[in-house]
T-cell receptor, first 114, second 113 residues
Framework: GENVEQHPSTLSVQEGDSAVIKCTYSDSASNYFPWYKQELGKRPQLIIDIRSNVGEKKDQRIAVTLNKTAKHFSLHITETQPEDSAVYFCAASNPRTGFQKLVFGTGTRLLVSP | DARVTQTPRDKVTEMGQEVTMRCQPILGHNTVFWYRQTMMQGLELLAYFRNRAPLDDSGMPKDRFSAEMPDATLATLKIQPSEPRDSAVYFC???????????FGPGTRLLVL
């Protein structure tokens, strides 16, 4: 089945710096890659997603890039702010299982220091 | 702003007791997912429903867990009997069709003593 690896597990940056989180997936049939942000004690919330027919997607300070050949995708956060501090999860989904099952990475704890 | 709701938000129970968690998906969504989140295992898919029919529950311990959708507005996850290793946060998520965004509920934090 699909396996998603996420790095780094923790990331500390100064306010205003950029942050990059990387994920790799194993199943070449995966075609949907969402990123979720989870603040302490809260629900995971979708912040951006990308489908396999697109190489890059941006939404204000966040962007996601996808390299299908290498089977990896990354989250980029620019001009980080303290409120960006949270755990970020990547996920991959493919229809091979008969439905769009999301397999999550293990999460990256991002800490943005003022 | 439509949201997935879950009850209870917190549950403390003793080993051996039955636990029932409820989820109300976003109106109109036809897919419902149950996840379990622990520090050690991360987010694990327990069960998946499409149009109220269970399509996959391979991630669920069959001997003690059961998931149902009595109607389109209610999904339930039941543990009987509960064990300390079931302590976790249980999330319900809903979506509109396959391959679409999943929206998570606030979760039920379960502690089994």
């Amino acid at each position: 089945g699909e396996n998603v690896e996420q790095h780094p597990s923790t990331l500390s940056v100064q306010e205003g710096d950029s942050a990059v989180i990387k994920c790799t997936y194993s199943d070449s049939a995966s075609n949907y890659f969402p990123w979720y942000k989870q603040e302490l004690g809260k629900r995971p919330q979708l912040i951006i997603d990308i489908r396999s027919n697109v190489g890059e997607k941006k939404d204000q300070r966040i962007a996601v890039t996808l390299n299908k050949t290498a089977k990896h995708f990354s989250l980029h956060i620019t001009e980080t702010q303290p409120e960006d501090s949270a755990v970020y999860f990547c996920a991959a989904s493919n229809p091979r299982t008969g439905f769009q099952k999301l397999v999550f990475g293990t999460g990256t704890r991002l800490l943005v220091s003022p | 702003d439509a949201r997935v709701t879950q009850t209870p938000r917190d549950k403390v129970t003793e080993m051996g007791q039955e636990v029932t968690m409820r989820c109300q998906p976003i109106l109109g969504h036809n897919t419902v997912f149950w996840y379990r989140q622990t520090m050690m295992q991360g987010l694990e898919l327990l069960a998946y429903f499409r149009n109220r029919a269970p399509l996959d529950d391979s991630g669920m311990p069959k001997d003690r867990f059961s998931a149902e959708m009595p109607d389109a507005t209610l999904a339930t996850l039941k543990i009987q009997p509960s064990e300390p290793r079931d302590s976790a946060v249980y999330f319900c998520a809903s979506g509109l069709g396959d391959g679409e965004t999943q929206y998570f509920g606030p979760g039920t934090r379960l502690l089994v003593l």
